[in-house]
């Protein structure tokens, strides 16, 4: 098939670096979203996101006009949908996958559609989205055939191909990595696949949608798995008073183990979102699966009781004090390390916990960001790494690049409370 035109719609995490590599192979891209300062932004050359090296892959493809955004689909030869797929609360359950984002998608790009036009979900969807999808576009658009109906023979071709990129490295990942590219009819597959091949080095292997779509909750869940693992062994050392960091070293020198490293919990919008995607299909069969996440979810809340137990240990050893009078400093807001995403972090989450809990006002320490989100609690106050080394209890959440490069020695009398294992050498108190 022959691709002039590809519109990506969602620019985002996602979207705008996948937009961007394909304009980069000197394709016209047309990039869709509903929010006017991330258009205007881009169409400036500029990016509004925090990912390495795509201000200037995006400066060049605007520049040479190859790229451009707006906020209204128009006609293309494939769409690539890339949007949010959160969760809603339904019938009891605060983990069904919300659609609203993929339909509001497919609707918008139903009036311009033509016969012979790609369509594929990005989204990491559950089981049967692409279908849904599918039924979306052929309800708007009734004068068209659509897989579902007209098999290989179809107007329009539908296909899912997940993304599997680590923020921070998402440019070079996107050439580099394998795709898993599932059409919802072969012909539908090898239409996907050979867009993919335009900018894609890795292989681009073909499958069915659903299993598609299963791959990547599959990938995400099984990294769940491991790292509920380290985090449950974290808190079942704490209760032995083992240091978990020592303990993983030692056991990593089996030439089969290889444990994970534990931390505050799970965060972004994949390993902490999928996992429940699978569950929400078979919540009888996926125990494991659920437990991993329950166990993930739960860590946040198990280092606010030892922030709470920091606190009250520094009451003690200054009885002079009132709990008013003790700082507090959050080193760490994103999900992961190096980047400004707040997606579902249980860095944020636990920030804002301290905050709302502590008499006084708590110090956020993120190096990425240059303002708090709107999700931030008032209590919450950004401050620069070196008044955050200042406070009574320094509470270390994510390991930036910025805190591995700092020598963080405990000042007299502070407490340091590290879910990470980054100062642990030097801190006075750790959490195991």
């Known amino acids: ?9 969602g620019l985002g995490y ?3 670096p996948t937009a961007a590599v394909i304009a980069s192979r000197r394709k016209k891209v047309i990039g869709v979203d509903i929010n006017q300062h991330a258009v205007d932004t881009i169409n400036q050359g500029e990016i509004h996101i925090v990912e390495p090296e795509l201000d200037i892959v995006v400066h060049a493809a605007v520049k040479e006009g190859y790229l451009r955004a707006t906020t209204s689909a128009e006609p293309a030869d494939a769409f690539l949908i890339a949007v949010p797929t959160p969760f809603k609360a339904e019938n009891g359950n605060e983990h069904t996958p919300d659609l609203t984002y993929i339909e509001s998608a497919s609707k918008a790009i139903a009036p311009v559609l033509k016969k012979g036009d790609l369509v594929i979900l990005e989204s990491t969807s559950p089981v049967g989205a692409t279908e849904q999808m599918a039924a979306w576009l052929a309800g708007a658009r009734p004068d068209l055939t659509f897989p579902q109906s007209h098999g290989e023979d179809s107007d329009i071709r539908v296909a899912h191909c997940p993304e599997r990129v680590l923020p921070g490295h998402v440019v070079r990942e996107l050439v580099e990595n394998d795709r898993v590219i599932g059409g919802m009819t072969p012909k539908c597959s090898n239409a996907a696949s050979s867009l993919y091949k335009l900018f894609v ?9 659903r299993t598609a779509e ?5 990938e995400n869940s099984f990294r769940d798995v491991n790292i509920a693992f380290a985090n449950e062994l974290s808190i079942v050392c704490d209760k032995l008073d083992i240091n978990v960091w020592e303990l993983i070293k030692l056991a990593n020198r089996h ?4 444990i994970l490293q534990p931390g505050p919990g799970v965060g972004g919008h994949c390993i902490a979102v999928d996992p429940w995607f699978i569950v929400s299909e078979t919540p009888d069969e996926a125990r494991l699966i659920r437990t991993a996440r329950e166990v993930n979810d739960g860590k946040p809340e198990w280092v606010l009781g030892k922030v709470q137990q920091a606190v009250g240990e520094f009451l003690s ?4 004090k009132t709990a008013k009078e003790v700082t507090i400093s959050c080193f760490g807001l994103a999900f992961k390390p190096d980047i400004d995403d707040l997606r579902e972090s249980p860095a944020l989450k636990i920030a804002n916990a ?4 502590h008499a006084s006002k708590v110090w956020a320490v993120e190096p990425n960001i240059e303002k708090l989100p709107a999700s931030a609690s008032s209590e919450l106050v950004l401050v620069s790494m070196e008044e955050g080394k200042r406070s009574d209890i320094a509470v270390l959440l994510v390991d930036h690049r910025d805190f591995k490069g700092q020598e963080f020695t405990a000042h007299q009398g502070q407490i340091v409370v590290d879910t990470k294992g980054l100062w642990e050498p030097m801190v006075l108190t750790r959490l195991n």
């Open 1 to 9: 098939m022959e691709f002039d035109t590809i519109s990506v719609i």
């Open 14 to 16: 996602i979207g705008l």
């Open 201 to 209: 080095d890795g292989e681009c292997i073909t499958t069915t949608a």
């Open 214 to 218: 299963m791959a990547k909750l599959t």
């Open 255 to 258: 030439p089969r183990v290889n």
């Open 317 to 320: 050893s200054n009885p002079d």
């Open 354 to 357: 301290i905050a709302q809990q």
